[in-house]
């Protein structure tokens, strides 16, 4: 987490808080993206009890 808290720093510094904004924008979808992935791949992987479990992808 530190890491990406530097990274975001050293961009407000280089480029400007919009574009901050805007990186730390476009990361958390990615991550959400990546998040709805992994439940669906994992709920239709999973038979039966795997639905309780989803959280663990």
Known sequence: M?????VLL???ILFGVGFAVKALWW????VLVVWLLGFLFRSTSAAGGGRARWYRW
């Open 10 to 12: 050293l961009a407000i």
């Open 2 to 6: 530190v890491p990406i808290l530097l």
């Open 27 to 30: 990361i958390a979808l990615a």
